[in-house]
Structures are given as C-alpha cells and as structure tokens.
C-alpha cells in the first residue's frame, strides 16, 4: 500500500466520522488539519503548532467552533 493511498483511505475515514458524528464541522477544517498532522509528522511540534494555527484562523473567521 502507497504512503498516498494510506492517507486517502485515512482521509475517506475522517470525512465517514464528520459527516455522521459532526456535521456542523466543515471538511476543509478536518482535511486541513490531518494534511498538517501527515505533512510534520516527523517534527510533532510543527504539527501542533500548524494544528493550532489552523483552528485559531477558523475560530477567528467563524466566531468559533459550535458545541
């Protein structure tokens, strides 16, 4: 199995769990965050701070994340 086809599989899988536990959570923001995840995985405190990087910019352009 292809390190890509890896993560479109993990990708598919994420957006089953979005799309049925947490609709209201846009799939961009999921995608955005486990490319970031993917991306640094070998430097974990680039990862956070992306991670937390991504959801400061969509709480800041949404007023935040719906409970």
Do not use: C, F, H, W
């Amino acid at each position: 199995m292809t390190t890509r086809q890896s993560l479109n599989e993990l990708l598919a899988v994420l957006e089953e769990i979005r799309s049925n536990d947490y609709p209201d959570v846009p799939k961009e923001l999921i995608e955005k965050i486990a490319m970031s995840q993917y991306d640094n995985q070998d430097a974990r405190n680039k990862a956070r701070s992306e991670t937390m990087s991504i959801l400061a910019d969509y709480v800041n352009r949404t007023g935040g994340l719906e409970a």
